[in-house]
């Protein structure tokens, strides 16, 4: 019988056994329960009293530089931007300088082609008239050498034709200066019908 008693005990407690692991599948024990709640209480106090704080404090910190590198961007920004704008303006005022410096340079060119023409109009005037100076100096020259030239040749062939002699100067230059004038008088008509 013992082994009978012992065997329905065996049996009882399997089924007693059997019913709590059914019930505490889904629940845990209450001590489990109640220990998990005073733990994660226990994590939950330190985390927000420690942990939290340190977390806030990187996370402030992080804010305030990103708002600090935000508004050094924005300052760069203006400031990149009132450069650009200033270079803008000196490049203006460069090629308005360069526009006016190649004006004058063309207006001090044309100036200097002018006097140079001036000066080589009266050069050519000077020229012109000292070589009419020259030939008029010339052709007289040229004119006196014929007269006597001519004066004595025709002395001579007067004193051949007339058979008596010319050596008298007096009558030898009248002579010469009839004959030279009545050269140029004929002379004279012939440029003149030529021209008509």
């Given amino acids: 019988m013992m082994a009978l008693t012992l065997g329905s005990a065996a049996v009882s407690a399997a089924a007693e056994s059997t019913e709590s692991t059914e019930s505490n599948i889904l629940l845990p024990e209450m001590y489990d329960i109640t220990w998990s709640i005073v733990i994660v209480a226990i994590i939950g ?6 942990a939290l704080p340190r977390f806030q404090a990187v996370l402030d910190e992080r804010t305030a530089l990103i708002q600090g590198g935000i508004a050094k961007a924005e ?13 803008q303006v000196l490049l203006a005022e460069a090629r308005a300088d360069a526009a006016r410096v190649r004006e004058d340079a063309r207006d001090e060119g044309k100036a200097i082609v002018a006097d140079h023409r001036t000066k080589a109009a009266e050069e050519a005037a000077r020229i012109t008239e000292t070589a009419h100076r ?29 058979g ?16 030279l004038d009545e050269l140029e008088a004929a002379q004279g008509v012939v440029s003149t019908s030529k021209g008509a």
């Avoid at 106090?45 to 420690?50: D, E, G």
């Avoid at 006196?144 to 004193?159: H, I, N, P, Q, W």
């Avoid at 030898?172 to 200066?177: A, E, N, Y």
Wanted: glycine share 2%; charged share 25%.
């Fill in 134 to 162: 020259q030939i008029e100096a010339e052709r007289q020259a040229a004119a006196v050498s014929l007269r006597s030239d001519v004066g004595t040749l025709a002395t001579e062939l007067a004193s051949k034709i007339v």
């Fill in 45 to 50: 106090v330190v985390f927000y009293r420690f």
């Fill in 75 to 87: 300052e760069a920004q203006q400031a990149a931007d009132a450069a650009l704008a200033e270079q």
């Fill in 164 to 179: 008596e002699s010319l050596a008298d100067s007096a009558r030898q230059s009248r002579v010469v200066d009839r004959f």
